[in-house]
């Protein structure tokens, strides 16, 4: 018969188990195409109007450094409504949403990334009249980033 101690290691080992994010796992047999395909809710985007400006070469995926520029008047009948940052090989691909509204001024964003390995990062926009746009750059990464998983 387990001892008490035995009983509590056990419920803690299966708690440990059911934290651990399901998204993690499943998000790897996912492709960059696919990943958008979820955030654009089915629709393709449009490879115009983006510009996103990230090394092509990083030493250390600890910190990367992006920016993002939408060509956009930012006025309230047409503005860009968030912008999606996804990179497919990280554990978390959905790196960041960044919301934006006509306040903003200008549809400019920059930001640090943390890099799992070399891949391809994309930029997805969402104008405010249902259009959707999008920038790729590949990455490649030297000393990997995220390799714990978090």
Excluded at 35 to 44: E, F, M, S
Excluded at 53 to 68: F, K, Q, T
Excluded at 116 to 122: E, P
Aim: glycine letters at 6%; charged letters at 20%; aromatic letters at 2%.
């Amino acid at each position: 018969m387990p001892s008490r101690r035995d009983l509590v290691a056990l419920a803690a080992a299966g708690l440990a188990l059911t934290a651990y994010p399901a998204s993690a796992g499943a998000a790897e047999n996912e492709t960059l195409d696919e990943l958008v395909r979820r955030v654009t809710d089915g629709a393709a985007p449009a490879e115009t109007g983006v510009t996103l400006d990230i090394p092509a070469l990083v030493e250390n995926g600890n910190s990367v450094d992006v920016r993002i520029a939408v060509d956009s008047p930012m006025t309230e009948a047409e503005h860009v409504r968030w912008i999606h940052l996804i990179a497919d090989r990280n554990p978390f691909p959905d790196m960041a949403r960044i919301h934006l509204s006509p306040r903003a001024g200008l549809a400019e964003v920059a930001t640090t990334l943390r890099l799992a390995q070399s891949q391809t990062v994309a930029a997805v926009v969402a104008h405010s009249d249902g259009r959707y746009a999008i920038a790729k750059a590949p990455v490649v990464v030297t000393l990997s980033a995220c390799i714990d998983g978090g």
